[in-house]
């Protein structure tokens, strides 16, 4: 399959997939040469490709990924810990986010008036 159809089925753009490529993020098991030496993709790159996206969309880093993919096959012990470490860092995050908006209904509660300026009353 050519790197247009690839695009097309991903819904990635053209650069993004060469540049995945070049990183190693899609391997050489995906990727072929024809006689006239342009590349050729295997079908199974749609579903690799989909996976990145899952991966990126949830929280992983392209490192993380490319980390993942270097190992060549992760254990299941080791999957399962990458997966409660993104957890671990989502949950953080969401408790940050949730004390800076208990912090901004404070400052509405408070009843502050900028009228003078900024911090001003």
């Known amino acids: 399959m050519r790197i247009s159809e690839v695009a097309r089925s991903t819904d990635l753009p053209i650069s ?3 540049y995945y490529e070049q990183i190693g993020i899609i391997t050489d098991e995906h990727v072929l040469r024809d006689q006239n030496n342009y590349r050729v993709y295997t079908s199974d790159v749609i579903h690799h490709l989909n996976v990145v996206k899952h991966c990126l969309a949830v929280g992983f880093s392209i490192r993380d990924i490319q980390s993942m993919i270097s190992k060549n096959g992760i254990s299941k012990d080791e999957h399962v810990n990458l997966i409660q470490k993104k957890i671990a860092e989502i ?13 901004l209904y404070e400052i509405l509660a408070s009843n502050i008036i900028c009228e003078k300026g900024f911090g001003k009353y």
């Open 16 to 18: 993004t997939i060469r």
């Open 91 to 103: 949950e953080a995050a969401q408790q940050k986010l949730d004390e800076s908006k208990q912090k």
